[in-house]
T-cell receptor
Framework: AQSVSQHNHHVILSEAASLELGCNYS??????LFWYVQYPGQHLQLLLK??????LVKGIKGFEAEFIKSKFSFNLRKPSVQWSDTAEYFC??????????FGDGTTLTVKP | SQTIHQWPATLVQPVGSPLSLECTVE??????LYWYRQAAGRGLQLLFY??????ISSEVPQNLSASRPQDRQFILSSKKLLLSDSGFYLC????????????FGSGTRLTVV
């Protein structure tokens, strides 16, 4: 069965710092990859997705992620974080019949 | 546009009581539907998914069951709740094969006492 690992449980940054959240998955076949975000008090929502084409994908609010097939990775990046990026971030892999396997999540706290 | 409704938002139930959580989707037809449980610091665990009316797949053995009586309705049930059923339950829908990601409901916080 596929699995998803998010390396950092809790990340604390100051505003304007750069962000990179790691995500690795275990599955040898074709994958669709996702990052979801849950802002305090809000629903889980899709941040960005990859399923084919350019391995560098851009999402909402200046986030991007790079799919590196050889490393089984899909890391999330943002050049300069804002206080409003404080949230929990989940990486997910979709492999079979539309089902997604999620990582344990990373809580990002951005200090103003 | 597509929307997903999930209720109730919070629920406190005694051990041994029944459970029924409902999820409905609007604005799309033949969605894939999912029930997940989210534990603090543990991510989301897939409980059930459905690709059509009456078609339910269970991912983990447990005290819960799911049903899909209509195309856009997904129900999570239990005949007798256990303390270990406490948690945050999320309903989600996706298009066939989930190429565009999930849309999640607002979730139900279930506390079994």
């Amino acid at each position: 069965a596929q699995s998803v690992s998010q390396h950092n449980h809790h990340v604390i940054l100051s505003e304007a710092a750069s962000l990179e959240l790691g995500c690795n998955y275990s599955y040898g076949g074709t994958v669709n990859l996702f990052w979801y975000v849950q802002y305090p008090g809000q629903h889980l929502q899709l941040l960005l997705k990859y399923f084919s084409g350019d391995p560098l994908v851009k999402g909402i609010k200046g986030f991007e992620a790079e799919f590196i097939k050889s490393k089984f990775s899909f890391n999330l990046r943002k050049p300069s974080v804002q206080w409003s990026d404080t949230a929990e971030y989940f990486c997910a892999v979709n492999t079979n019949a539309g089902k997604s396997t999620f990582g344990d999540g990373t809580t990002l706290t951005v200090k103003p | 546009s597509q929307t997903i409704h999930q209720w109730p938002a919070t629920l406190v139930q005694p051990v041994g009581s029944p459970l029924s959580l409902e999820c409905t989707v609007e604005g799309t037809s033949n969605p894939n539907l999912y029930w997940y449980r989210q534990a603090a610091g543990r991510g989301l665990q897939l409980l059930f998914y459905s690709v059509g009316i009456g078609q339910i797949s269970s991912e983990v053995p447990q005290n819960l069951s799911a049903s899909r009586p209509q195309d856009r309705q997904f129900i999570l049930s239990s005949k007798k709740l256990l303390l270990s059923d406490s948690g945050f339950y999320l309903c989600a829908w996706s298009r066939e094969m989930n190429n565009y990601g999930y849309t999640f409901g607002s979730g139900t916080r279930l506390t079994v006492v």
